[in-house]
């Protein structure tokens, strides 16, 4: 093994257990400062360990300069401690290989601390290759003291000259690209933990959205009842409070997923589906009564039973037939079907309204996608999600200008 092999090998030794702190970085969901900086502190032991440990007696020159690179890389990252600790090894590690010299070597790491002191008071330690040269000069100068003085004379001093101008040039090379490729990599990470902290926000803001836009649809039930309401009828009376006391439930409900702060939770029981769109479609007749559009429901005649989550279900057949009635001019037609078909229930909602063109109908179920004004692109999202959740599918099928139908699959009970 040469000595360029050598240095090639040392390489390793630094950069291993540096990427695999890097790597720690990436995937660990810590985030204690604490923590994270005394991972730092055994990687870069970890460094200096393995350089010392598997050195090269033949060609130790190459050592005694690469030694100091996890030092450097200490300073830079302000672990002045560590970088002391480190320098401790260091100076065992010279004595051993020189066998003395103390003094020099002492006085050595004792200016690299005076530096990284002069440069945190004057707060320029971020200036990471200004601060890297400077070491780098010294270092140079109390090397070639220390090999000029363990040579016996000047003359062997300056034949092995030109083997130490490649060590050093080399050492150069290697320490810049080390601190580079470091920096890099930690450039790297933080662009991914910006990514990380983006993706939540965009998560915290998608259930703010999501949230409100489906505690619109029971207020706007409710809005819409209360206009329609008249104190001096009491058959209104009567029928009015219970659906908006249900409506006012289910914003409850609603709210209570902006308090988790988390993934829908889907609560199944055995319901009676036919049964729920039946409710659903009647507590919407009146709204579309006074749009002028003319509801057609046909209902299979029958129980129909399905493990599913009442309230979860009810929110996004309200969505579905809500979206029908605002794609629906006046004097339109929607109407309501359920069927049996192969173990499944089906649903069809079906409206000749607006439609939609094949762009939209392909980013359709895309979060915050939306054509309308004032929409959040959530509904039909949160829809797909709770439908799924149910191991059942929704199909849209729409053609611009002739209307959209919409097609919901779920599973059967098995004791239906």
Not at 37 to 45: A, E, I, Q, R, S
Not at 130 to 139: A, C, D, P, T, Y
Not at 184 to 203: A, C, V, W
Not at 211 to 227: M, Q, R, S
């Amino acid at each position: 093994m040469n000595w360029f092999e050598t240095m090639i090998l040392h390489m390793i030794y630094i950069l291993f257990p540096l990427l695999v702190y890097l790597f720690y970085l990436t995937y660990s969901k810590n985030t204690n400062k604490k923590i994270n900086n005394l991972f730092l502190d055994l990687t870069l032991l970890s460094s200096e360990y393995l350089c010392l440990k598997y050195t090269n007696n033949y060609f130790f020159k190459t050592t005694i300069l690469i030694v100091n690179i996890p030092i450097i890389i200490s300073y830079t990252r302000k672990r002045g401690i560590t970088a002391l600790i480190i320098s401790a090894l260091a100076i065992v590690y010279y004595m051993n290989m020189f066998g003395g010299y103390l003094y020099i070597f002492i006085i050595e790491y004792l200016i690299y601390f005076v530096l990284y002191l002069y440069f945190m008071c004057k707060k320029n330690l971020k200036n990471y290759y200004l601060f890297v040269s400077q070491m780098l000069m010294i270092k140079t100068l109390f090397f070639l003291i220390v090999i000029f003085l363990k040579t016996n004379n000047n003359y062997e001093f300056f034949i092995s000259f030109k083997l130490l101008f490649i060590l050093l040039i080399m050492f150069y090379v290697l320490t810049y690209f080390i601190v580079m490729l470091f920096n890099e990599f930690e450039e790297i990470l933080r662009y991914h933990l910006s990514y990380k902290e983006l993706e939540q926000d965009k998560q915290i803001r998608g259930s703010l959205f999501r949230i409100t836009h489906e505690i619109k649809n029971p207020i706007a039930v409710c809005k819409g009842y209360l206009d329609m309401y008249d104190e001096n009828n009491i058959d209104k009376y009567k029928k009015y409070i219970p659906i908006m006391k249900k409506e006012i439930d289910h914003t409850l409900v609603l709210l209570q997923d902006f308090l988790c702060m988390n993934n829908i939770i889907i609560e199944k029981e055995e319901i009676d589906i036919n049964m729920l769109i039946d409710d659903v479609s009647s507590n919407l007749k009146g709204l579309m009564k006074k749009k002028g559009i003319e509801c057609i429901v046909d209902l299979v005649d029958d129980d129909i039973y399905i493990n599913g989550d009442y309230n979860r279900l009810t929110q996004v057949i309200i969505n579905l037939i809500k979206n029908s009635i605002e794609a629906t001019s006046i004097d339109g037609t929607i109407s309501i079907i359920t069927t049996v078909d192969n173990n499944n229930f089906k649903l069809v909602i079906n409206d000749n309204g607006e439609g939609m063109n094949s762009d939209v109908l392909a980013h359709i179920r895309e979060p915050f996608y939306t054509t309308k004004v004032n929409g959040t692109g959530l509904g039909v999202s949160l829809s797909y999600e709770i439908v799924e959740a149910h191991d059942g599918k929704l199909i849209y099928d729409s053609i611009l200008g002739k209307g959209t139908t919409v097609t919901m699959l779920l599973p059967l009970s098995k004791m239906a």
